[in-house]
Nanobody
Framework: QVQLVESGGRLVQTGGSLRLSCAAS????????MGWFRQAPGKEREFVAA????????NYADSVKGRFTISRDNAKSTVYLQMNSLKPENTAVYSC????????????????????????WGRGTQVTVSS
């Protein structure tokens, strides 16, 4: 079992920046890929970014490429999401996720982006971008 706790969300103005953190505890965090997802009011949860276990490989949703950066510190069991040039449409609850099944991506050091492969989720942190 893995426990995930997100932090760092708050109200920010358009064009501002935030860094979200996701602290993991429990099973071996460092061998699993991690992902960030978000859910805006009235919308389905969507993929934002993912990072391989080593941190060397990443994937991003097209809408955030060039503005958001995912990273991880395995020594601290923490994954980060640096968000720059924020827009009102980025307003959402941001959640981090992982799963033991993602161990299949270990040897190729891949960053998966299929939401259904992630089974452990944090409660999320609210990001609100004012116009």
């Amino acid at each position: 079992q893995v426990q995930l706790v997100e932090s760092g969300g708050r109200l920010v103005q358009t064009g501002g920046s935030l860094r979200l953190s996701c602290a993991a505890s429990g099973r071996a965090f460092s061998i699993y890929a991690m992902g960030w997802f978000r859910q805006a009011p009235g919308k389905e949860r969507e993929f934002v970014a993912a990072i391989s276990w080593s941190g060397d490989n990443t994937n991003y949703a097209d809408s955030v490429k060039g503005r958001f950066t995912i990273s991880r510190d395995n020594a601290k069991s923490t994954v980060y999401l640096q968000m720059n040039s924020l827009k009102p449409e980025n307003t959402a609850v941001y959640s981090c996720a992982t799963d033991e099944k993602l161990g299949k991506y270990y040897y190729n050091d891949e960053a998966p982006l299929v939401q259904t492969e992630f089974g452990y989720w944090g409660r999320g942190t609210q990001v609100t971008v004012s116009s």
